[in-house]
């Protein structure tokens, strides 16, 4: 796990002094050493920043072939390297280092950019080929890893993090339209909130030329159509997930240093906790969040899961007062907005594992996407029962496209819709004719994808494509602020194309959601995780009380001379909403808490990033 930069121009020579500042600015994720590379002919430049786990003596990047004109630098990990490792020497290929990485390189000097069939994991990299004047970068199936790209005249800027094209000297603005379609939905996958910068989608590769940069899909989620899969019993399928979740998370505990473990009192995490310390010859550290407030706390449940298995328990405790002293940092390293303190509470979770010797934990997002475990999915799987209720004029695009209206996307448009009341007058008016959900659909291969599908196979697809890599696994970035990789086994692309096999009716049988992973991990759950249903990782909201510091930061900053500034907003307006906040009563605040922490992570954004 790494940070990494590449600079590409098609005639002026770079700067070193420019790719040395963006490789620097990327020191947080790679602390243990900084390299950079640039050709002779000074036109590309590749940088590193390395957190050593595999291969900790001679694992330095860019790595070079064996002739010199390949050079590559990754970010993330390669899993069953050593399998491959093995076939390439076999074939001729001499490594130059023990770690995972080197296998892109050689793997492509075979195949080209196919060489991503065979690579499992969660990854970001950037490979320069002399020989053919072309840089080609990739991101993992899923988007677990981030990269950005930004072009500035006739040159190229490549990053693991927004920032480091700024130190780059990539202008850092607002991008307006972006930032609208952030506010009534989410960002489209290939989009940032930031004028001029783009992200490798998931599953995609980019290619860099003289002539121009393309972006070519190389893996979808790729749902079956009901009647065209193999039907197995019940049991088969029961164990064939059980060992597949294994193979997953064994292969995830290979490193050179220690690995320990996120845990919630949740099915997801104690099942990754309990198979991992099944294939562990010494017992796990298991690092647990707690928050105040009975509703929100897990601990004591993830204390009993953490006993059952036999791993070292350790408890953080958290409060709001934490949260409003490490938000503006949170979201500094986030580069984007949240709703809801549980980033904060994933930023310092990891500023404890990194404090306790830890580089590696292995957590369990993702299984909520592949098995149906959020309500959600239960609304979209009856949606016929429920398809009588009057359908939101916003969404009325949404409808008619997918015969259906997925049960977030119009949970979603019914909370942001407030965002209407509070936009200033001249950005909304730029806006106006704009259909930001309509506009969500236009990015997807909807006839390829999602037609013959059913409504909630193409509701997790268009979650697992959106909300997935832009909100939820912005957490990598949090994580990666303190220097601590988190491996997610559930995001293994060969378990997912097991599940994406099965029949919903494994997935969601009556009221229980993740039927089948439920089943597949039973020895390994108590029978509390085992018989309890999905509560969401959430913090407690920062409206819960009016007397915390959080609630206090949201007043002090939206009401302050520097939101003024803020081009998106009309000030009075937050400032009234901000007035009655006192006189509702709790669950009125509660239902406003998303907006508000959003239009504050804004204002950090605009402040911090000099927006």
């Given at each position: 796990?790494?940070?990494?930069?590449?600079?590409?121009?098609?005639?002026?020579?770079?700067?070193?002094?420019?790719?040395?500042?963006?490789?620097?600015?990327?020191?947080?994720?790679?602390?243990?050493?900084?390299?950079?590379?640039?050709?002779?002919?000074?036109?590309?430049?590749?940088g590193?920043?390395?957190?050593?786990?595999?291969?900790?003596?001679?694992?330095?990047?860019?790595?070079?072939?064996?002739?010199?004109?390949?050079?590559?630098?990754?970010?993330?990990?390669?899993?069953?390297?050593?399998?491959?490792?093995?076939?390439?020497?076999?074939?001729?290929?001499?490594?130059?280092?023990?770690?995972?990485?080197?296998?892109?390189l050689?793997?492509?000097?075979?195949?080209?950019?196919?060489?991503?069939?065979?690579?499992?994991?969660?990854?970001?990299?950037?490979?320069?080929?002399?020989?053919?004047?072309?840089?080609?970068?990739?991101?993992?199936?899923?988007?677990i890893?981030?990269?950005y790209?930004?072009?500035v005249?006739?040159?190229i800027?490549?990053?693991?993090?927004?920032?480091?094209?700024?130190?780059?000297?990539?202008?850092?603005?607002?991008?307006?339209?972006?930032f609208?379609?952030?506010?009534?939905?989410?960002?489209?996958?290939?989009?940032?909130?930031?004028?001029?910068?783009?992200?490798?989608?998931?599953g995609?590769?980019?290619?860099?030329?003289?002539?121009?940069?393309?972006?070519?899909?190389?893996?979808?989620?790729?749902?079956?159509?009901?009647?065209?899969?193999?039907?197995?019993?019940?049991?088969?399928?029961?164990?064939?997930?059980?060992?597949?979740?294994?193979?997953?998370?064994?292969?995830?505990?290979?490193?050179?240093?220690?690995v320990?473990?996120?845990?919630?009192?949740?099915?997801?995490?104690?099942?990754?906790?309990?198979?991992?310390?099944?294939?562990?010859?010494?017992?796990?550290?298991?690092?647990?969040?707690?928050?105040?407030?009975?509703?929100?706390?897990?601990?004591?449940?993830?204390?009993?899961?953490?006993?059952?298995?036999?791993?070292?328990?350790?408890?953080?405790?958290?409060?709001?007062?934490?949260?409003?002293?490490?938000?503006?940092?949170?979201?500094?390293?986030?580069?984007?907005?949240?709703?809801?303190?549980?980033?904060?509470?994933?930023?310092?979770?990891?500023?404890?594992?990194?404090?306790?010797?830890?580089?590696?934990?292995?957590?369990?997002?993702?299984?909520?996407?592949?098995?149906?475990?959020?309500s959600?999915?239960?609304?979209?799987?009856?949606?016929?029962?429920?398809?009588?209720?009057p359908?939101?004029?916003?969404?009325?695009?949404?409808?008619?496209?997918?015969?259906?209206?997925?049960?977030?996307?119009?949970?979603?448009?019914?909370?942001?819709?407030?965002?209407?009341?509070?936009?200033?007058?001249?950005?909304?008016?730029?806006?106006?004719?704009?259909?930001?959900?309509?506009?969500?659909?236009?990015?997807?291969?909807?006839?390829?994808?999602?037609?013959?599908r059913?409504?909630?196979?193409?509701?997790?697809?268009?979650?697992?494509?959106?909300?997935?890599?832009?909100?939820?696994?912005?957490?990598?970035?949090?994580?990666?602020?303190?220097?601590?990789?988190?491996?997610?086994?559930?995001?293994?692309?060969?378990?997912?194309?097991?599940?994406?096999?099965?029949?919903?009716?494994?997935?969601?049988?009556?009221?229980?959601?993740?039927?089948?992973?439920?089943?597949?991990?039973?020895?390994?759950?108590?029978d509390?995780?085992?018989?309890?249903?999905?509560?969401?990782?959430?913090?407690?909201?920062?409206?819960?009380?009016?007397?915390?510091?959080?609630?206090?930061?949201?007043?002090?900053?939206?009401?302050?001379?520097?939101?003024?500034?803020?081009?998106?907003?009309?000030?009075?307006?937050?400032?009234?909403?901000?007035?009655?906040?006192?006189?509702?009563?709790?669950?009125?605040?509660?239902?406003?808490?998303?907006?508000?922490?959003?239009?504050?992570?804004?204002?950090?954004?605009?402040?911090?990033?000099?927006?």
């Amino acid at each position: 796990m790494c940070g990494i930069v590449a600079i590409f121009s098609k005639q002026e020579p770079i700067s070193t002094e420019v790719l040395a500042q963006a490789t620097q600015r990327l020191h947080h994720r790679g602390p243990d050493q900084q390299c950079q590379w640039v050709a002779p002919h000074q036109r590309v430049g590749l940088g590193h920043t390395r957190l050593s786990i595999i291969d900790l003596t001679t694992g330095e990047q860019p790595i070079a072939n064996e002739a010199e004109n390949l050079r590559i630098v990754v970010n993330g990990e390669f899993y069953d390297f050593e399998r491959i490792v093995r076939e390439l020497k076999q074939r001729g290929h001499q490594f130059r280092t023990g770690s995972d990485s080197e296998i892109a390189l050689h793997l492509y000097e075979e195949m080209g950019t196919q060489c991503l069939e065979h690579l499992r994991g969660e990854f970001a990299f950037v490979l320069w080929d002399e020989s053919k004047e072309l840089l080609f970068a990739a991101r993992d199936r899923f988007g677990i890893k981030p990269l950005y790209y930004a072009l500035v005249g006739d040159t190229i800027y490549l990053a693991s993090e927004v920032k480091a094209l700024f130190a780059a000297g990539v202008p850092a603005k607002w991008d307006r339209e972006s930032f609208f379609q952030q506010l009534f939905i989410y960002l489209n996958q290939d989009r940032t909130l930031f004028a001029g910068v783009y992200q490798v989608p998931p599953g995609h590769y980019l290619l860099a030329t003289r002539q121009g940069v393309q972006l070519v899909r190389y893996w979808d989620l790729d749902y079956p159509i009901p009647g065209t899969t193999t039907g197995r019993s019940d049991a088969e399928y029961i164990k064939q997930l059980h060992d597949t979740l294994a193979e997953a998370i064994r292969i995830r505990l290979r490193a050179d240093v220690p690995v320990g473990c996120f845990l919630s009192g949740g099915v997801d995490s104690s099942t990754v906790l309990g198979m991992a310390a099944k294939y562990s010859s010494e017992p796990i550290r298991a690092f647990t969040v707690s928050f105040d407030g009975t509703a929100y706390d897990e601990k004591a449940i993830a204390r009993e899961t953490a006993a059952y298995v036999g791993a070292d328990f350790q408890s953080i405790p958290l409060n709001q007062s934490d949260f409003a002293n490490h938000l503006a940092d949170a979201i500094w390293y986030a580069e984007t907005l949240a709703i809801n303190p549980h980033g904060v509470a994933r930023y310092l979770q990891s500023r404890v594992v990194h404090n306790s010797g830890y580089k590696v934990v292995l957590s369990g997002e993702g299984s909520d996407e592949i098995f149906a475990g959020y309500s959600h999915a239960r609304q979209d799987l009856f949606f016929n029962q429920t398809s009588s209720n009057p359908t939101p004029v916003a969404l009325a695009g949404v409808e008619k496209i997918l015969g259906f209206i997925p049960y977030w996307l119009k949970e979603i448009a019914i909370t942001r819709s407030l965002f209407h009341l509070l936009l200033a007058p001249d950005y909304a008016a730029q806006f106006v004719d704009q259909d930001a959900y309509s506009s969500f659909l236009k990015q997807f291969d909807i006839p390829g994808q999602l037609t013959g599908r059913e409504p909630v196979i193409q509701s997790l697809y268009l979650w697992s494509k959106s909300i997935l890599p832009n909100y939820i696994l912005f957490a990598e970035r949090l994580e990666m602020a303190h220097a601590v990789e988190v491996r997610l086994p559930f995001l293994d692309h060969h378990l997912f194309e097991l599940v994406r096999q099965m029949p919903t009716s494994l997935l969601i049988r009556g009221m229980k959601e993740k039927y089948i992973l439920r089943e597949a991990a039973r020895p390994f759950l108590t029978d509390t995780v085992y018989a309890r249903p999905k509560q969401p990782f959430t913090a407690p909201p920062a409206t819960l009380t009016t007397n915390n510091k959080l609630y206090t930061l949201i007043q002090d900053s939206l009401r302050s001379s520097a939101m003024k500034s803020l081009p998106f907003f009309d000030q009075a307006a937050v400032i009234t909403l901000l007035d009655k906040l006192p006189e509702m009563n709790v669950n009125k605040r509660i239902a406003l808490d998303s907006i508000l922490l959003m239009i504050l992570c804004t204002y950090f954004l605009h402040t911090k990033y000099n927006l």
